[in-house]
């Protein structure tokens, strides 16, 4: 049975580890449960939670690849429509649109737009800024940056009841399970 979380006010359930290894196995476990909507906290990274929680990768770098190519396409446009339309200046009986001459400035737009690209697209697909979140509410979560490992499984989650998602976390050897209010 779904609860939903606004009836509830609950955001979730915290559970608490002393080991990096206790939350790996915990999201081993909890994953291979059916459980979608979970996240990891940790006072360091670890790279087998990505692996772990976040099967999908992000399009990031496609996307950034792509404003670089709009980069340098918008870079060679502007100086070949000032060169041959706007403004065609014939200098000693050059061509007008001499390529060669287009290539740094073309280049330098092409890391202006990819790097904007990088920046924005990391902070908006990870939510940012984001100055308060539910698990802020859980007293203990304090620890979260120093000596702590903390897996939140979701209200929302499809297969969440307070009770039987408790046992399990419990189960699964945490120091302790927390609710997490809104």
Request: charged share 15%.
């Given at each position: 049975?779904?609860?939903?979380n606004?009836?509830?006010?609950?955001?979730?359930?915290?559970?608490?580890?002393?080991?990096?290894?206790?939350?790996?196995?915990?999201s081993?476990?909890?994953?291979?449960?059916?459980y979608?909507?979970?996240?990891?906290?940790?006072?360091?990274?670890?790279?087998?939670?990505?692996?772990i929680i976040h099967?999908?990768?992000t399009?990031?770098?496609?996307?950034?690849?792509?404003?670089?190519f709009?980069?340098?396409?918008?870079?060679?446009?502007?100086?070949y429509?000032?060169?041959?339309?706007?403004?065609?200046?014939?200098?000693?009986?050059?061509?007008?649109?001499?390529?060669?001459?287009?290539?740094?400035?073309?280049?330098?737009l092409?890391?202006l737009?990819?790097?904007?690209?990088?920046?924005?697209?990391?902070?908006?697909?990870?939510?940012?800024p984001?100055?308060y979140?539910p698990?802020?509410?859980?007293?203990?979560?304090?620890?979260?940056?120093?000596?702590?490992?903390?897996?939140?499984?979701?209200?929302?989650?499809?297969?969440?009841?307070?009770?039987?998602?408790?046992?399990?976390?419990?189960?699964?050897?945490?120091?302790?399970?927390?609710?997490?209010?809104?």
């Amino acid at each position: 049975m779904h609860v939903s979380n606004e009836k509830t006010g609950l955001y979730g359930l915290m559970a608490e580890f002393d080991t990096a290894q206790g939350i790996v196995d915990a999201s081993t476990k909890a994953v291979g449960a059916g459980y979608t909507k979970l996240e990891a906290y940790t006072p360091f990274p670890i790279e087998e939670l990505n692996d772990i929680i976040h099967k999908r990768r992000t399009h990031l770098p496609k996307v950034v690849l792509f404003m670089a190519f709009c980069g340098m396409g918008t870079g060679f446009a502007l100086q070949y429509w000032a060169s041959t339309i706007a403004y065609p200046f014939n200098v000693g009986g050059r061509p007008l649109a001499t390529w060669p001459a287009f290539v740094v400035p073309s280049y330098e737009l092409t890391i202006l737009f990819s790097a904007l690209t990088a920046a924005i697209g990391m902070l908006a697909l990870n939510g940012f800024p984001q100055p308060y979140h539910p698990v802020f509410n859980v007293e203990r979560f304090t620890t979260a940056s120093t000596d702590k490992f903390f897996l939140v499984i979701e209200a929302e989650d499809g297969r969440f009841t307070k009770e039987q998602t408790g046992a399990f976390l419990q189960g699964l050897g945490a120091k302790g399970v927390y609710d997490v209010a809104h």
